[in-house]
Each structure stands twice: as C-alpha cells, then as structure tokens.
C-alpha cells in the first residue's frame, strides 16, 4: 500500500509537470540514507541531545542511559577479584622451602656416603639419611600438585570474575548513546526520564547533504544509463517552472518488478519497471519524500 502510495503521488507529479519543458525519462520521489538509533541496554535515560532539526556528529554522545547499578556490580566484581588475587598461592616460595631442606639432606647424604667409604659412619646412617631425600622429594611432589591444583581452581575463578567484569564495562560503554554517522536528526521516540529497554527506537537520524531519487524506468531505457552517468534531476518551484539539480546514478536494480498501470515512465504504461537511484547534492532546497523527475541526456544547467 505504501508503494502504491509513493507510485501515485509520483504519476500526480508527473501528469502536472508537461508544460512546455521537455519530457522527463523518469519520476521518482526523494529519500535519505537512514539510520535508527535503538538502546542497547535497559535504564532511565538520564540525558539526551537528539532533539528533532540537531545536527549530530560521528561519534558524538547524544545521551545516557543511568549506569548506577552497572557501577556497584563493577565494585562487587573487582574486590572479588582482589580477594582471589590474595588466595593466590606463591608455589615458587614455598616449593623453595622444601628444595632447601632437601639440598641440605643430599649435603648430608654425600657427606655420609663419603665417611662411610672411610669406615667412619654406619651403613644405618646412609640409609637414614637416603630415606630422609626420598621423604623431602615426595612431599615436595605432593606440596607442588596440591598447590597447581589450588592455582587452576583459583585461576577459573578468576576467568569468570574477568569474564563478568568484562559484560559491565561492555554494557558501561554502551549506556553511552553514541550518534554512529553524521547528519540531521528527523524524529525522536522517547523524552529525559523514559524508562528504556534494550532495542528501544531512540531517534532516527539522515544525511542531508546528499539525497536519493529513486526513479523507475522501463526495459528499453536500460541500455541508455549506466552506473555513474552524469544526469540532471528537476524539482518544481513556482510559476510552473523548474530548479534543476546534477545528479550521479549510484545503483540499478537487476531485478524488474511489477507496477500498476497508471505509471508513468518513458513509455507509458509499461507491465514492469526497474528501480533506478539518483545521487543528488543537496542545498536544503531538496526535502526527502519531495516528488523529482529525471533527464539521462538533459543538458539543462543546475539552477
């Protein structure tokens, strides 16, 4: 209903616009590139800058959204992670008390052995002393497993403690309205105050300084225009005359469609069309939604 809505405005456009200036080669209707702005977190919006008419710039904030309890989990999950940081065991100091004792017993051991061989300590001696190596060896092996133990639980717990701190500060970050492109703010969906949630429209921004006729043209005319071809778009102004604009073509569809017959294009009434976009500078004169028409091989000046 919507692009039947749009056809017959243009064909309304196009019947009044034969009057002694040449015939155009297509009709279309004046759109912008834009982009919705949604919420990406639940909250009381706290302040917002994108009132209707204001020109925003990339990347400039145009409004928060309330970070409060975003900044008490932050607080939470970082004493948890200073209080894992002190469960940390250090294995190197510790592990380094049984290399000690056990540096010392082998000291002992070789010193034995070397007496022994002298005939001046026991075979028992020796023996203790290589049962007293073996116990310090075992127990520094089982004193390291235990510790590398209590370091992988400690370490995954400290994975998801960063895990989550992660998701705050993502959701810090995107409590921040950011504009994402430059350009004139047409519509606004929520006030100062509003409780918002996530995918919420917040406004709807566009790019004035260049608009798109989009324009239909039949078959035949297809091997006349290419993508880039230099073409002169008109608008009507008083007295039944024309301001004319340049224009570049951007896009045409490969695909036709179906239209109703009362379209007109080059031939009228033609069964199907193809969509054709018209890049065209814009002064402020150009209003998005205002009727255009097109010459491929006009060679009237830009007013």
């Known amino acids: 209903m919507k692009r039947l809505l749009t056809f017959l405005i243009i064909i309304s456009h196009a019947a009044a616009c034969n009057n002694g200036h040449d015939e155009a080669d297509a009709y279309g209707q004046f759109e912008a590139d834009e982009t919705l702005v949604s919420a990406e977190v639940n909250g009381k919006l706290l302040r917002f800058k994108a009132e209707e008419g204001t020109i925003l710039e990339a990347n400039q904030q145009a409004g ?78 089982a004193s390291l497993t235990n510790l590398n133990d209590q370091n992988r639980s400690l370490v995954s717990e400290m994975n998801s403690l960063e895990f989550q701190l992660r998701q705050v500060e993502d959701q810090l970050e995107k409590s921040r309205i950011v504009n994402p492109t430059k350009g004139t703010v047409l519509s606004n969906y929520v006030e100062v105050g509003e409780l918002v949630q996530m995918g919420k429209p917040l406004y709807r921004i566009a790019k004035l300084e260049q608009l798109t006729l989009r324009a239909y043209v039949s078959e035949d005319q297809l091997v006349n225009i290419k993508i880039g071809q230099e073409v002169t778009v008109r608008v009507d102004k008083p007295n039944d005359a024309f301001q004319n604009f340049k224009g570049k073509i951007s896009w045409i569809s490969d695909e036709s469609e179906f239209t109703p017959k009362v379209i007109q294009t080059k031939e009228d009434r033609v069964n199907l069309v193809y969509a054709v976009k018209i890049k065209v500078p814009n002064d402020g004169r150009l209003k998005i939604g205002m009727p255009g028409e097109v010459l491929f091989n006009g060679s009237d000046e830009q007013d």
């Open 64 to 141: 928060l959204i309330d970070t409060t309890q975003l900044y008490l989990k932050r607080g939470q999950l970082q004493a948890s992670r200073e209080a894992l940081q002190a469960r940390m065991p250090n294995v190197a100091s510790q592990i380094k008390v049984y290399d000690d004792q056990l540096e010392a017993a082998q000291r002992d051991l070789k010193r034995a052995q070397n007496l022994l061989a002298d005939k001046a300590a026991t075979q028992k001696q020796v023996d203790d002393l290589q049962s007293q190596v073996a116990v310090l060896k075992s127990r520094k092996n």
